[in-house]
């Protein structure tokens, strides 16, 4: 699944919704030319400011304890 940068809406169980935004997640990669910034995947912020990384899945994140949101595009 392909995820662009931008907005989407995540559901839990219990049927709350939040509005997130999904951004790269970056890390530096050394080269023989120096360092550069390579993307390595995907992570969730929620309007709080706080950081999520996706699970494997590519579609759904924890933000606690027993709390899965899943998020629809």
């Known amino acids: 699944m392909i995820i662009s940068n931008g907005r989407a ?18 890390r ?12 390595v995947c ?3 912020q929620v309007e709080s400011g706080e950081k999520f ?3 494997l899945d590519g579609k759904s994140f924890y933000a606690g304890l027993n709390n899965l949101y899943k998020l629809i595009f």
């Open 9 to 26: 809406t995540a559901v839990v169980v219990n049927g709350k919704h939040i509005c997130v935004q999904v951004i790269p997640f970056k």
């Open 28 to 39: 530096v990669q050394n080269t023989m030319t120096g360092l550069n910034w390579v993307e």
């Open 42 to 44: 995907k992570q969730i």
């Open 53 to 55: 990384q996706l699970n």
